[in-house]
């Protein structure tokens, strides 16, 4: 478990409240909480979702995702092995296999996360909501786990999780961090917040620490300028949430990382989900917990 430092910043961030998005409304009700897998997939199959997914499938594990040719998957799947904290892996496709039954019966990757990312030579070219045009027989799917697996269990504790409970994607950073490299890839750790007190902080490392496959115990507590964060009110991916008075900011590896280890290797096409914008999976959050230790 991380230990808290024994200075905390005299300042704290200034409160920030925000519009929310229409994506995901505050207090997301019960129906959408507990909708499953498959129905939630066929909202997005049909446009009826298009927000990011924090909240929704209460127990089902949610992934990021990366998709790349197959003469760069061998370097790519090194460098998650190298880098397991922000880049889990859950599962990785065989070339051309947009199915991937091993986490959920009916998926087709081509259509089922709300929003992607299109890359060229490292180079965010274009977001859609469907890459079936883009399809050919040399891609491999790589799905990675998602801090939003830990989230519930956070919330089952009695911790509030801000991003979810002010209907707010998660805010994410760059870092000073750096990855091991792995072939072409490599660049720094993306992280993602959430601001508790430090006795919730302590017993959210310590739930957290529960999931390993889903990034686990958070790496760093409170200044965080001194992983290279400049402004926590201004993140880079998601939005700002607010950190109340006598809060800090608690950061997660996050797996949005291998979006800028993409940009440092420059393959000639890739894809990616948009932050905050996951494949829910058939799979379960509780087959991904370890025992607690003493």
């Known amino acids: 478990m991380p230990k808290l430092p024994k200075e905390l910043p005299k300042e704290l961030p200034k409160e920030q409240p925000k ?17 499953s897998p498959s129905q939630l997939r066929e909202q997005i199959r049909s446009g009826a979702h298009s927000g990011n997914t ?22 790519f799947l090194t460098f998650c092995q190298a880098n397991p904290k922000p880049c889990p892996l859950i599962a990785v496709s065989k070339a051309g296999e947009f199915s991937l039954p091993e986490v ?19 180079q965010l070219k274009s977001e859609t909501n469907d890459i079936s045009d883009l399809w050919h027989e040399d891609l491999v799917v790589f799905l990675l786990g998602c801090s939003f697996s830990f989230e519930e269990a956070l919330i089952a504790d009695g911790l509030d999780v801000r991003n979810i409970s002010e209907g707010l994607n998660v805010p994410m950073y760059r870092t000073n961090i750096d990855c091991m490299p792995a072939g072409p890839f490599s660049g720094n750790m993306v992280v993602s917040m959430r601001p508790f007190s430090p006795e919730d902080a302590l017993r959210a490392a310590e739930i957290s620490g529960r999931f ?3 990034h686990g115990e958070p790496i760093h507590y409170a200044n965080p300028e001194t992983i290279g964060i400049a402004d926590i009110n201004q993140p880079d991916y998601g939005d700002a949430v607010t950190i109340k008075k006598g809060e800090h900011p608690l950061f997660w590896a996050c797996g949005v990382t291998p979006q800028v280890a993409l940009e440092t290797a420059k393959p000639p096409f890739c894809i990616t989900h948009s932050p905050g914008s996951m494949l829910v999976t058939d799979l379960k959050n509780s087959d ?4 607690p230790t003493d």
């Open 19 to 35: 519009e929310l998005p229409k994506e995901l409304p505050k207090d997301l009700p019960k129906e959408l909480q507990n909708i």
């Open 54 to 75: 924090s909240g929704y499938c209460a127990g089902y594990v949610q992934c990021n995702m990366v998709i790349l040719p197959a003469d760069w998957a061998d370097d």
């Open 104 to 122: 959920g019966a009916d998926i087709d990757i081509r259509t089922d996360i709300p929003s992607y990312r299109v890359f060229e030579n490292g």
């Open 212 to 214: 390993p496959s889903v």
């Open 288 to 291: 991904f917990t370890v025992a």
